[in-house]
């Protein structure tokens, strides 16, 4: 069964350095998307990705944040100068239809 | 702008015993609503949608829910609970953005 895969698992970073989140999206998906759980909080959207371009992205989304799909598999997330607030699980996901599929999560401690 | 309320952040139950998680949304135009399940360090599955077609929908793993517009509700049933129902679950929906919005989601314990 497709899935959506994101790497890494586990990412340990310092407060201020970049990090870059990597999703590879289910083949025929169209649409891609970030979210964030931070522990003991609720899942939140972060941004939606449609035609190599931003749809619609969160208030959390700020300057920190971009997304790239620098070629036809990858949609990565980078956060630049990391804050210890940035620690999270940061979930991919991507959908044709109205289903989304999540991929298993990087968990980004920021230290 | 729509939402999600789960009632009870966490549920305890016997096994073999009644699983029952609420949710009610909240949205100015109909509402595409979901479960899904997230099992220890494991990331988010799919357990059943209601996409505006029957309003009794049966998911994965023996869970269902029945949409009640009247109610505004999305509860989440599973008539046994069995040991590998432990995880949490989160209720969510979205409209014609495709953006979901999560509940703060409830955490199922299962007692032997």
């Known amino acids: 069964e497709p899935e959506v895969t994101q790497t890494p698992s586990h990412q340990v970073t310092q407060m201020g350095q970049e990090v870059i989140l990597r999703c590879v999206p289910i083949s025929n998906h169209l649409y891609f998307y970030w979210y964030r759980q931070i522990l003991g909080q609720k899942v939140e959207f972060l941004v939606s990705?449609?035609?190599?371009?931003?749809?619609?992205k969160s208030e959390i989304f700020d300057d920190q944040f971009s997304v790239e799909r620098p070629d036809g598999s990858n949609f990565t997330l980078k956060i630049r100068s990391t804050k210890l607030e940035d620690s999270a699980m940061y979930f991919c996901?991507?959908?044709?239809?109205?289903?989304?599929?999540f991929g298993q999560g990087t968990r980004l401690t920021v230290v | 702008a729509q939402s999600v309320t789960q009632l009870g952040s966490h549920v305890s139950v016997s096994e073999g015993a009644l699983v029952l998680l609420r949710c009610n949304y909240s949205s100015s135009v109909p509402p595409y609503l979901f479960w899904y399940v997230q099992y220890p360090n494991q990331g988010l599955q799919l357990l059943l949608k209601?996409?505006?077609?029957?309003?009794l929908v049966k998911g994965i793993n023996g869970f269902e829910a029945e949409f009640k517009k009247s109610e505004t509700s999305f509860h989440l049933t599973k008539p046994s609970a069995h040991m590998s129902d432990a995880a949490e679950y989160f209720c969510?929906?979205?409209?014609?953005?495709?953006?979901?919005?999560f509940g703060a989601g409830t955490t199922v314990t299962v007692r032997a």
């Open positions: 969510a929906v979205t409209t014609n953005d495709y953006k979901l919005s």
């Open positions: 209601y996409t505006s077609a029957a309003t």
């Open positions: 990705f449609y035609n190599n371009e931003i749809s619609e």
């Open positions: 996901a991507s959908r044709q239809d109205l289903e989304a599929f």
